[in-house]
């Protein structure tokens, strides 16, 4: 099956009477956790589930651990088979339009082997924009009978990128804001600076001024130009905390980029142990 990255506000409307689709609203906001349940609860695309980030796309924070760790596998397959996934269905996420929350739905459903999986391309934003049908409806589902065939070679562990971290046939991106990359602010964690090695690549350079998706052959271009050589099966994908980074992974994919994996704690499990190694400025 070739696996799925992006799907159009149009094509999908055409689509929500079938039986096998799922749609799940990612939306969310790091400052206001329950910003996206109130608005999904307002209104959402028909049949949508809500996916928390906090709640369902990631485990407990541990004392070591990046401040959204992966769930473990079994404990998705179980959230997914009470929402009424089947290894049938043909999965759709969605957020208010930069699919950053989206993108980390779709990669945690191609972890666990799901590859009939996208990401509805600018998201609530767009559908909204072509007036495109919403519901305040929240709908039980038959629980589905999802079997998980589990990817552990899609991530990587801090181990992997201290490794990596001097490795000329390697690479690491960074796809945190610039100013967060060099260490001129860090709003959220407790040490500014990135990974010595990682190259910035923002998760905005992916996108249009409409929070789009740029057209793969574009981004091919742009990524290579990061990449500078180096195959994405020896590309590590980082952020704040494993989430924008899947953005990343979205949009190597779609641009025909494949293989390149994620470190889930990444910036945030990363800086927590004063033993790893920090560098600031702009240079990797």
Same mark, same amino acid.
């Given at each position: 099956? *070739?696996?799925?990255?992006?799907?159009?506000?149009? @094509?999908?409307?055409?689509?929500?009477?079938?039986?096998?689709?799922?749609?799940?609203?990612?939306?969310? !906001?790091?400052?206001?956790?329950?910003?996206?349940?109130?608005?999904?609860? !307002?209104?959402?695309?028909?049949? #949508?589930?809500?996916?928390?980030?906090?709640?369902?796309?990631?485990?407990?924070?541990?004392?070591?651990?990046?401040?959204? +760790?992966?769930?473990?596998?079994?404990?998705?397959? $179980?959230?997914?088979?009470?929402?009424?996934?089947?290894?049938?269905?043909?999965?759709?996420?969605?957020? !208010?339009?930069?699919?950053?929350?989206?993108?980390?739905?779709?990669?945690?459903?191609?972890?666990?082997?799901?590859?009939?999986?996208?990401?509805?391309?600018?998201?609530?934003?767009?559908?909204?924009?072509?007036?495109?049908?919403?519901?305040?409806?929240?709908?039980?589902?038959? +629980?589905?009978?999802?079997?998980?065939?589990?990817?552990?070679?899609?991530?990587?562990?801090?181990?992997?990128?201290?490794?990596?971290?001097?490795?000329?046939?390697?690479?690491?991106? @960074?796809?945190?804001?610039?100013?967060?990359?060099?260490?001129?602010?860090?709003?959220?964690?407790?040490? #500014?600076?990135?990974?010595?090695?990682?190259?910035?690549?923002?998760?905005?350079?992916?996108? @249009?001024?409409?929070?789009?998706?740029?057209? #793969? *052959?574009?981004?091919?271009?742009?990524?290579?130009?990061?990449?500078?050589?180096? +195959?994405?099966?020896?590309?590590? $994908?980082?952020?704040?905390?494993?989430?924008?980074?899947?953005?990343?992974?979205?949009?190597?994919?779609? #641009?025909?980029?494949?293989?390149?994996?994620?470190?889930?704690?990444?910036?945030?499990?990363?800086?927590? @142990?004063?033993?790893?190694?920090?560098?600031?400025?702009?240079?990797?």
């Amino acid at each position: 099956m *070739t696996t799925r990255t992006l799907v159009q506000a149009e @094509d999908l409307a055409l689509r929500l009477s079938d039986p096998r689709l799922r749609i799940f609203d990612c939306r969310f !906001d790091l400052a206001r956790p329950q910003y996206g349940r109130a608005r999904y609860d !307002d209104e959402h695309l028909p049949g #949508a589930i809500y996916a928390d980030l906090n709640r369902d796309m990631a485990a407990a924070v541990t004392p070591a651990s990046g401040r959204h +760790p992966l769930p473990l596998p079994s404990e998705f397959e $179980a959230r997914l088979r009470a929402w009424g996934v089947s290894n049938d269905s043909s999965v759709v996420a969605y957020d !208010d339009g930069n699919s950053i929350y989206a993108a980390r739905f779709w990669w945690m459903m191609r972890w666990l082997g799901h590859d009939d999986v996208a990401v509805l391309d600018g998201g609530m934003r767009r559908w909204q924009q072509l007036d495109l049908p919403l519901d305040d409806e929240v709908r039980a589902r038959a +629980p589905g009978d999802f079997a998980a065939t589990p990817h552990p070679e899609f991530t990587v562990d801090a181990a992997a990128v201290l490794a990596q971290t001097g490795d000329r046939t390697a690479r690491i991106l @960074d796809v945190r804001a610039p100013e967060r990359y060099r260490g001129e602010v860090e709003p959220i964690d407790a040490v #500014a600076g990135h990974v010595p090695g990682a190259r910035n690549h923002p998760f905005t350079t992916s996108l @249009d001024d409409s929070g789009r998706f740029r057209p #793969a *052959t574009d981004l091919r271009a742009a990524l290579s130009q990061s990449l500078a050589g180096v +195959p994405p099966e020896r590309t590590i $994908a980082m952020c704040g905390s494993g989430v924008t980074a899947c953005h990343l992974l979205l949009a190597m994919e779609h #641009a025909g980029l494949h293989g390149a994996r994620l470190y889930p704690g990444s910036w945030s499990e990363w800086s927590r @142990d004063p033993s790893r190694p920090v560098r600031t400025g702009d240079g990797p």
